[in-house]
Each structure stands twice: as C-alpha cells, then as structure tokens.
C-alpha cells in the first residue's frame, strides 16, 4: 500500500500559477500510474492530469481543459507527484486529489472509480 499527502493549494488571481505536491510513502518500490483530480462545488470528479509509469516521467496525459497550462511530472528521487498549473482559470477551482494505482495504465488513468489510493486534498481558489 501507499500513502499520499498533497500540499501547495490557495489562493490565487486569475492568470496566476501554483504548484501542488504529492508525496508517495510506504510501497514506493512498486509502480503506479498516478493522477491529479479535481472536484468542484456540485460537479463530479474528473481527472485532469496523469502519469502512466514511474520512469522518466512516462506517458503523460491531460484533460483537454488544461492543456498547455497544467505539466504533470515525478521527483522519482523525493516519490513526489508534481501539477505545475499556469494561467489559472476561475474554472480551475475546487478541490485537487492525488490518486495511485498499481500498474500500468494510459486509457483507465482519469476513471476514479479505478484508481486505488487517494490522498486527503488540496484546496485552489481561483478569482
């Protein structure tokens, strides 16, 4: 098992950047594919960014909202998970989560219901 801790969220004005942590512990040794999702006020989960394997970043995927904007990336040296998000939008607001599974895995990294370990969240406020 894994456990994950996000840090880095707050607030923010309109064009602004801030950069979200994700630190990995316990069974790092294994591989996981790992994601950042994100939920707003009355709006389900969604995922916005992803990394499908552990070395050198891997395969990489994005919502199609984000692109251009959010990089997701991996301190293999630290187990951290890194989303630097540029350009923050009011519409990138709400509460982002850090999510590992097991394995590899490209098509299935944005289905929550899928992935099995969350961390607690991160809060950004964009206005």
């Known amino acids: 098992d894994v456990q994950l801790v996000e840090s880095g969220g707050g607030s923010v004005q309109t064009g602004g950047s801030l950069t979200l942590s994700c630190v990995v512990s316990?069974?790092?040794?294994?591989?996981?594919?790992m994601a950042w999702f994100r939920q707003a006020p009355g709006k389900e989960r969604e995922g916005v960014a992803g990394?499908?394997?552990?070395?050198?970043?891997?395969?990489?995927k994005y919502a199609n909202s984000v692109k251009g904007r959010f990089t997701i990336s991996r301190d293999n040296a630290k187990n951290t998970l890194i989303l630097q998000m540029n350009n923050l939008q009011p519409e990138d607001t709400g509460m982002y989560y850090c999510?590992?599974?097991?394995?590899?895995?490209?098509?299935?990294?944005?289905?929550?219901?899928?992935?099995?370990?969350w961390g607690q969240g991160t809060q950004v406020t964009v206005s």
């Open positions: 999510a590992a599974r097991r394995g590899y895995y490209y098509d299935s990294l944005f289905a929550a219901a899928q992935m099995s370990y």
């Open positions: 316990g069974d790092t040794n294994s591989g996981y594919s």
């Open positions: 990394s499908s394997n552990r070395g050198s970043n891997g395969s990489t």
